[in-house]
Every structure is written in C-alpha cells, then in structure tokens.
C-alpha cells in the first residue's frame, strides 16, 4: 500500500517570503499521480497543484512550483511570494493510476500547518 | 467549474438517533464518490468508495453497518450514520471524481456532533 509522510507538522512564514513544505511517499507503482491540497479553517479543500509522475517537468501554478524527484519520492511545494491568504492546513496526497479494485483514492499525509506572519 | 455539494454544513444528533449527509456533484456526472472522516487536526481517513448502482468498498476498520453508503444515481451519494454515537462525532468529508471535468472535487465537508 502507499504511504505519504509530510515529517513539518507546522511550518512558519513572512508574508512575502518563500516557504517549502516537505513530502515523501512509498510506492512501487511507476505512473501515479501527486497532488498538494490546501484546508483553510473553513475546511473546504482546495486543490492546489497537480503532478502526473510520467512527465518531468515540475508543475507550477502561479506562485505555487513543485519540486519533484521521482526517483527519491519526492514532492516538494514552495510557495513565493507568501500571502496572508496562504496560511492553511496543506496536505500532500497520492493517487494510482489504476481505476480498478479502489485505486482512484487519494492517500493523504498528516498535513503541514502553515501559518503566515504579517 | 466543478461543483460538490454537501449537506447538512453542521449537524447536532442525539445519541441513538441516525443522520443522513448528502454529497451531490451540481454539474457533472461522478463515476466515483468517496467518503472521508476527519479529527481535528489530523488529516483526512477514508472511510470508503462508491460506484453509482454498486455496493460501496469500506476500508479496513469501518463498521459497514454503521455507516451506510447508498449511490443511487451519478450526482447523489449519501452517508448515513446509523445509532450514532458520541465517538462518532466528527468532520464528515464526501469527494466526488469525474471524467468531465477531469478530477476530484470536495465537498464543504459536515461538522456531525452527537450529544
């Protein structure tokens, strides 16, 4: 089964600056897919960034960039330009490429509390 | 964009007594919905996975009986949570996946508290 570690339960930022929340996952798949969700306190989760793990080129959205290594299962996020709205619950997940037997579940980390300082 | 409603926000039971959450997918078709059972602060546990007209798949250590999963359509599936329990008390998170648009998208998630 797979698993995904985010070892930073609370991480801590200035607005403006640069912040990378950590995550490791095991898995003996080949092609999968990683995502980074974002939980602010109302709790809706917000879909953040998108990886498919066939394609090396590290995604990007706007401020929000990954650093991915595949063969050190590794799925890093930074987020530039700190914002006050940035400060959330973030969760790493992972996700089969699979359809069969439940495989399209998303396998969550613990989740990274990242707070931002004015 | 991909709408997934879920209902009740928040919802306070006596113990003993069932709830029913709703989790709709506004405008697409959901081949697959899940569901998801959050403590505070700590990240989010799928409870189990629905296929519309199909029995759901429960993950290890989820009382079937207990909580009720019914998909009877592409846009609705519900969680019953039956004989509820103050240890049943819990943030409540339903997921829906599509084909178009392609993704998987959350629901607001129900706060359930059992008094």
């Known amino acids: 089964a797979q698993t995904v570690t985010q070892s930073q339960p609370e991480m801590s930022v200035q607005e403006a600056e640069t912040v990378t929340l950590s995550c490791t996952y095991d898995?003996?798949?080949?092609?999968?897919?990683l995502f980074w969700y974002k939980q602010p306190p109302s709790r809706q989760m917000i879909l953040v960034i998108r990886?498919?793990?066939?394609?090396?080129q590290n995604a990007t959205e706007n401020r929000f960039s990954v650093n991915f290594q595949k063969a050190a299962k590794s799925f890093s996020l930074k987020i530039s330009d700190s914002q006050l709205g940035d400060a959330a619950m973030y969760f790493c997940?992972?996700?089969?490429?699979?359809?069969?037997?439940?495989?399209?579940?998303?396998?969550f980390g613990k989740g990274t509390k990242l707070t931002v300082n004015p | 964009g991909a709408v997934v409603s879920q209902h009740p926000s928040w919802v306070i039971c006596k113990s003993g007594t069932s709830v029913k959450i709703e989790c709709r997918s506004l405008?697409?078709?959901?081949?697959?919905m899940f569901w998801y059972r959050q403590f505070p602060k700590q990240s989010l546990m799928l409870m189990a996975t629905?296929?519309?007209?199909?029995?759901?798949?429960?993950e290890q250590g989820v009382e079937k009986d207990k909580f009720l999963i019914n998909h009877a359509s592409l846009t609705l599936s519900t969680l019953t949570v039956t004989s509820a329990h103050p240890e049943d008390s819990s943030f409540y998170i339903c997921?829906?996946?599509?084909?178009?648009?392609?993704?998987?998208?959350f629901g607001q998630g129900t706060r359930l508290t059992v008094v």
């Open positions: 997940a992972y996700r089969s490429l699979l359809t069969q037997g439940g495989s399209e579940k998303l396998v």
């Open positions: 898995t003996s798949e080949s092609d999968y897919y």
């Open positions: 629905s296929n519309e007209g199909s029995k759901a798949t429960y």
């Open positions: 405008d697409f078709q959901a081949t697959t």
């Open positions: 997921s829906a996946r599509a084909i178009a648009p392609r993704g998987t998208f």
């Open positions: 990886q498919e793990a066939y394609k090396q």
